[in-house]
């Protein structure tokens, strides 16, 4: 119990540390380009050969660079990059290398560079990280979709600058993330990966994100790379309005506000279009409407794909080229060609210069271009310190969303607790698609030993919280799915990668005993089954017919509803599963998603009622297996579609709102904001964390959303304490987008304060007079609530 205690002060130490202030950022937008970066890129760019050139305009993977030993390789490096290169891609998901060994293949492959290629000009080593350094020891947050459940941007920060310092550590500088793909079907693999489906909550997440990688001086912080822009996860072909105002948002929010200067597009197409090659996406929407004035780089092999064959490898290179694509990740399949391009006419020298001089910007903003610049850290890496773990700890209580309770939560302490079900005791429970122990199994078909990091399940994390008197038997009971229940999207058939991870999920994992799991339930006070997916059945490149519980967990779940014993279903993932048939058998019902190396220790405090749950749903929990886009801000029809709202989960206390005043209520189209205050009150037993949401809704059929998130805020209260809270709406929030501009229209609008986007506690109108407003860009994005 005393080290609970610990992790729980830690908690709002960091929330007093990391205080967000997203309206603010907006103004304080910095340059990609400064005086001191283009002196020195134009005296470097105009010393550098042809060859050096295009080597910056593309990566290679480790794998090309060492011997079977894993060592630096000096033939193949005089081989493959004797002109340098821009960026060595994965080079730590791609090997097994300790923190210390990863560290001095980075400093040994710099040296290398500096000594053997004309201008020596080091590499980016850039990496996978949204649910941290995908590095082998290096700490393992929870997943994305889970981390958006949190609402907590502040803590947000301080699990982006630690992943930053852990790249740092080992001289990685540039993350490809993070991913702020607006996803609306559950049914898309890649959920997991995203924030779920509110361009705002995605968009104020995404700058918390970028926030804490870069921090306030990219020389000394890791360069963000946001995707997959525009439109991978859905919505790609939505009409203008909606692209532009909800698609783009996440993305105009971490340039803007954040200072994101890197984007990477997706493999998907825009009219007909591949992204890689689509100037109307790069140009306008990109760059034109948000004013990037970044990279662009492409996602691995995209450009490639274009056109078949090696003969249309220069046309390739052209078309991505010309759109403004400006860098081809991951080897250089079809950048090299670009001489050809240039001199058969098809690539002028200038894109061609502007391409090479963003490349050799971003070196110069991480600092890697000064005299003796520090790109590394020398000494015994450690990359999972106990400050690491703390917020790892702290993010997956956070992200944790209560779903059903019927009493039965908090666990009593002298229970006789049976926990079964095919996430009870295994690691592959905790991580996502994009974890370092996942990239390994699935790429590298490695079979991790959740040790590097030290991984804990959930039963050792009952083990560890348990009282004395709580008496906890295990029995796994069943698989998690059936054979071929995967398969690989790129090809349509089954991928011995699939089948190859299953296996080694399957020899990993404790053996099956359905009957033994059975009894045990009946011997017991109340059931933990711990079911869901794992990442052999969801990520990228993975695709399951079906979002309802895999295999026969759902048949093995009636069964021990029909013990007649309290359920309570834990559910681990990367996405929301259909449980319609069981839902109403079970006593209680939480999400944990993925929740990282803590997650043990968290799901376990929760149901022991050492942490009162917090989180509140990113997406809305669907009722059915409809691949259709179902968003709380869509049409009403759909919500009989859905189970749980978004923005919905419980608490094991209850909140009263009350007191909503207005300040003025008609203000003019030409002022800034309209402010109103109301009051919280923790009106239970336990101390607990309310997500208080405010949402807004046209009345006068002004070209807006009949419901739209505008503004969220975590309030901690003890027991009888209330909170007045303060807000302050933008009216820049208020504007649609028409005809490449922003407008503000006059009329009367709602202000909904809610404990879910359908739970709206209080409401009341304010109007706006005066003439329409018409802006290119507005100049707020966020609302202030404090």
Known sequence: MKKKKQLLVAGIALSVLFSTNLQAQTVNYTPFETKESQKIVNELYNRMTLEEKVAQL???VPGSLVDKNGKLSDEKCRKNIPNGIGHVCQFACAQELDPDKLRDFVADLQEWLRKNTPSGIPAICHEEA??????????????????????????MIEKSRQTAEAMRKVGSTMALSPMVDVVRTSTFNRIEESYGEDSYLSGAMGVAFVQGLQGNDLAKGVAACSKHFLGYGGGSESPEKELTEEILFPHEAIIRCAGSKCTMTGYHSYKGKLVVASAPLIQDYLRGRTGFDGIVVSDYGAIGRLYKGDDMLAKCAAEAMNAGNDLEFSNGKCYPHLPEAMASGIVSEARFEEAVKRALTLKVRLGMLTPNAKLFEKGHLNLDTPDYRQTAYELACQSVVLLKNNGVLPLKPTAKIALVGPN?????????DYAYPSMLAFWRRKKPDGQNPYLIPLYDGLKNRKPGSMIVGYERGCEWSLPGEAT??????????????????????????WNAAIKLAKESDIIVAAVGENPALCGEARVRKGIDLPGDQEKFVKELIATGKPVVLVIMGGRPQVIDEIEKGCAAIMHAWYPGEEGGNAVADILLGNVNPSGKLCVSYPKTESEENICYNNQPELLSKVAYPFGY???????????LKIQKSTVCTTDKSIKFSFDITN?????????????LSPVDGQPLKPVQLKGFKRISLKPGETQKVKAELMLDQLAYYFEKQWHIMPGKYEIKIGASSIDIRLNSFFSVTGNA?????REFLFSEIH
Request: glycine share 10%; with cysteine.
């Open 488 to 513: 690989i999207k790129s090809s349509g058939d089954v991928d011995p990668r699939t089948s190859q991870l299953t296996a080694m999920m399957v020899e990993s994992a404790d053996h099956t005993d």
């Open 773 to 777: 407003k018409s802006m290119k860009q």
């Open 424 to 432: 009870a005791n295994s690691f592959w429970s905790l991580i996502g």
């Open 649 to 659: 989960g419980l608490s094991y206390t209850t909140y009263t709102y009350s007191n």
């Open 683 to 695: 009106s239970g037993k336990m101390e607990g964390t309310e997500i208080i949401q405010l949402y």
């Open 130 to 155: 949204i649910s941290g350094f995908a590095a082998k020891g290096a700490t393992v947050y929870p997943q994305q979709l889970g981390l958006a459940c949190t609402w907590n941007p502040d803590l």
């Open 58 to 60: 593309h990566g290679i």
